[in-house]
Each structure stands twice: as structure tokens, then as C-alpha cells.
């Protein structure tokens, strides 16, 4: 036989015997893994080869309320809260992921005045887990972070992961910005008193804030933006100044982090309903602002009102010292005072209009700075050219403004109106008696001449 038919047989004995093979083997294997042959297939194996499929460790879900103390950017001087879920297995190491409701577009150059119109678009976001967190605040920005673990059960743990992987979603995620009532942290105390069946409402509605949240506003403004405390003040109406339970002043992290642990809840485990546990651990220090952020009420608006108000009393001094022979310094004073109030009240009136905001738009100082008032810069302007002649229109005007404002205060001495400062119609109605007195003394002049 030649060495090329040798070779033939032998290649035809090797197919012969792999196609036999793979028929046993298709005969065995005719169903998917787990189907009833291959279970017979393997109860023939021996039992001590048989390695046992392990069944999968348990992962424990916990919650923990992050704060996050003030930093020195004007949108930072409030603080921030974000929301933790930390997957913790039987074995092996956990993983976090931070929950932030805090986020918008940053980039967006009408930000402003979308806030103002009450259309400021904020979502759910998220920077990552834990350490990616404060490598944001606590490295980037030098703010205090703090950590509670929430005693909330493993039934609201596992609602409450399922809500926020729902609720990032680039479909759910976006909300209309409140300043007071859809922040960072009041959407994780309404999320988490949804699932508490209104406890955190119920326990800490119980007691009073010792300040408004005009007073709040100053202190979280303290030295840093004081121009915001002056505008806040002229344009933040009545519904800053009201009375404020602790669930409602909850909007700033301070007080989250002092009131949760004092909220009482079923405990997580067990099912005696006698016992109560907190519903917040004590706060674990994860970064400390070094030095501590000072914290103290912005006297911003008093001495702004306090300079004005010199400033005018002065030119006020020169100008009835000038009368009647030159009524240029009260044409100054007078176009001081109206461009002032004026512009003012125009934008009281802007916000009243346009805003969705309540807080913007339910202004007491309507009532003192009036957008008519700009009308006084026309006579202001004559009497700077040295005409002192004023017509019987415009005192009479400012006549009613003094009447207005006299009746100003007098409901507030009855509790009719309540917004705060204070000071503010006062100082309008020392401006009013002014302009009152200025133009009886040009009157006087003229008749005696």
C-alpha cells in the first residue's frame, strides 16, 4: 500500500471516530443548561465532585443624610444636604453613591431672572460615591461635611434606593426651584417623611424656630455678600418675616443635622412597637472648615439706610439754608429721593407682577416706595435750573405720600402689617416730611417777597 493511501484510511478513521463522538454528544446535550437531561447528566457524576453553587451574600442597604457647611461662593452661603445609599455586602467592600438635588445649569445667563419669574429649572444629580463627593466639597470648595446613618428600615432603605434611581433618570430628574420649599434639602425631608408617613412633619412641627427667615438669611449671608441682604431686604416681602416651625426652617443642613437625631421612629428591626430609636445617628465629621466659618447677623442694611439717610439730612441742612434765593440744592435733594423711590417701588411692582415667587411677590414696601415717585424728578429737575416755583400738583402729591406713610405705621403698631425692617418705611417717611417741609419754606419765601 502506498504512503498516500496509508495516509487516506487513517484521515477517514479520525473523522469516522469525531463524528461519532459529537453524535453521543448532541444525544446527551439535545437541551438547554438546566433542562431535564442535563440534571440527569449530572446525578450520574459523583456527589463529591459536585461543587455546590454558592447562594448569593446578602447586600444590606443603608441611608445617610450628607451636610455640607456653607462655602464662600455667593450660591454656597446657605450649605448643602445630599442624600447617601451605601450597598453594604456580606463580604467584600461597600459601595456608596451620593444623591445631590442641588444641581442645575450653571452655564445658564438668565439664571437670575428665571429664579425671580419663579421658573429656575434644578435636578437630581449625583457626583459620584462617597470620596468623589467631598473630593467636590470638602478638597475643591474647603467646606465642613458631615455623615448620619438614617434608622430607617430595610423595606424603606431598598423604596427609597428604588425612588432615587427612578428619580435620576434625565426623564424625572428636573424640578421647578423654590428657594425655601424645593431645595437640596427640603426634596430629601419630603422624601424621606413620604416614607416616614408624615413623622418628621408631625414631631418637629411641634416646635417654634427662635428666627425668621429673614433673620436666617442674614446670618447664613453674614460678612460675605452683603449686597444681597440689602436687595433681600427691599424686595423679600411679609412671608419672610413669618413665624417658622423647625420642619420648615429643615430647609438649611444646620438645622437637619441637629433636629433628625431628635425625630423618634420605629426601630428597623425587631417588632416591638414600645421602643423608639432616632431617626438620624449623631453627625460624623468628614471634613473640618479650617478656620470655623464666622457666623454672625449682616448689619448690612442698617448702615446702607444709616449713610443714605445722613447723606440726605446734609443736603437737606443746605438746602433750606439756600432757600428761597437758590433752590438748586433742593431740586438735588428732591431728585435724590424720587429716583430712589421710584426705582424701587418699580421693581416692587415688576415682582408683583411678573413673579411666581410668593415671597417676591406679596410686598408690604409697595405701600411706601411708590413708582410714581419718579414723577417728582420733573420739578427736581427745574429747581436744579433754579426755577423755584413747584406746582399745586406735586405738593399735593407729596401731601398724600406723607398720609400714606403715617398710615403705614400705624398699622404696623396694630400688627396689620408685620415686614421687616422696620426702619425702612420709617426712613421713607423722614424723607416725605422732608420734601413736605422744603417746599412749605419755598412757598413762605415767595410770600414774603
Not at 502506498?2 to 484510511?9: A, C, E, H, K, L
Not at 479650617?290 to 438746602?319: D, Q
Request: hydrophobic share 45%; glycine share 6%.
Amino acid at each position: 500500500m502506498s504512503r498516500v493511501n496509508f495516509q487516506s484510511i487513517v484521515l477517514l478513521i479520525f473523522l469516522a471516530s469525531a463524528t461519532f463522538y459529537c453524535h453521543e454528544a448532541f444525544a446527551q446535550n439535545t437541551d438547554m443548561p438546566g433542562s431535564d437531561s442535563a440534571s440527569k447528566k449530572t446525578d450520574t457524576t459523583n456527589d463529591n465532585s459536585v461543587v455546590s453553587e454558592k447562594e448569593p451574600s446578602k447586600t444590606r442597604i443603608e441611608i445617610h443624610l450628607i451636610t455640607i457647611g456653607p462655602g464662600d461662593h455667593f450660591y454656597t452661603r446657605g450649605g448643602h444636604a445630599a442624600i447617601m445609599v451605601a450597598e453594604i455586602p456580606e463580604s467584600g467592600q461597600p459601595k456608596t453613591i451620593v444623591y445631590n438635588y442641588g444641581d442645575t445649569f450653571w452655564e445658564n445667563s438668565t439664571m437670575e431672572l428665571d429664579f425671580l419669574l419663579g421658573r429656575l429649572t434644578f435636578f437630581l444629580g449625583s457626583y459620584g460615591d462617597l470620596r468623589d463627593t467631598l473630593q467636590v466639597y470638602a478638597i475643591g470648595q474647603k467646606r465642613s461635611a458631615y455623615r448620619q446613618k438614617l434608622n430607617v428600615s430595610d423595606e424603606i432603605a431598598q423604596k427609597i434606593k428604588k425612588r432615587l434611581e427612578w428619580e435620576i433618570l434625565p426623564e424625572n430628574r428636573e424640578y421647578t426651584y423654590h428657594h425655601l420649599e424645593q431645595i437640596c434639602s427640603t426634596r430629601i425631608r419630603n422624601l424621606l417623611d413620604e416614607y416616614l408617613n408624615g413623622e418628621l412633619e408631625r414631631q418637629l412641627s411641634k416646635h417654634i424656630a427662635k428666627k425668621s427667615v429673614r433673620e436666617y438669611g442674614k446670618i447664613a449671608a453674614s460678612q460675605k455678600i452683603g449686597a444681597f441682604v440689602f436687595l433681600s431686604d427691599l424686595f423679600f416681602g411679609r412671608l419672610h418675616d413669618d413665624q417658622i416651625s423647625i420642619y420648615y426652617a429643615s430647609f438649611m443642613p444646620d438645622y437637619m443635622r441637629e433636629w433628625y437625631p431628635k425625630v423618634m421612629i420605629p426601630p428597623p428591626f425587631g417588632n416591638n412597637d414600645s421602643q423608639v430609636v432616632p431617626l438620624a445617628e449623631p453627625p460624623v465629621e468628614l471634613s473640618l472648615r479650617v478656620p470655623p466659618e464666622p457666623r454672625f447677623r449682616s448689619p448690612v442694611t442698617e448702615i446702607v439706610f444709616g449713610i443714605f439717610m445722613l447723606l440726605m439730612l446734609i443736603i437737606a441742612y443746605l438746602a433750606w439754608r439756600k432757600l428761597p434765593e437758590k433752590p438748586r440744592f433742593t431740586g438735588i435733594w428732591l431728585f435724590a429721593f424720587a429716583f430712589l423711590s421710584g426705582i424701587i417701588g418699580l421693581g416692587i411692582v415688576f415682582l408683583r407682577m411678573f413673579s411666581a415667587v410668593p415671597e417676591l411677590s406679596i410686598n408690604e414696601l409697595i405701600l411706601t416706595f411708590w413708582v410714581t415717585d419718579l414723577l417728582l424728578i420733573i420739578p427736581a429737575v427745574r429747581m436744579i435750573r433754579g426755577h423755584a416755583k413747584v406746582s399745586k400738583i406735586t405738593k399735593y402729591y407729596l401731601y398724600l405720600k406723607l398720609a400714606c406713610l403715617v398710615l403705614v405705621l400705624g398699622a404696623h403698631a396694630f400688627g396689620l402689617l408685620y415686614q421687616r425692617p422696620l426702619f425702612i418705611p420709617i426712613s421713607a417717611l423722614i424723607c416725605a416730611g422732608i420734601a413736605t417741609l422744603l417746599l412749605r419754606r419755598t412757598d413762605l419765601a415767595k410770600t414774603k417777597v
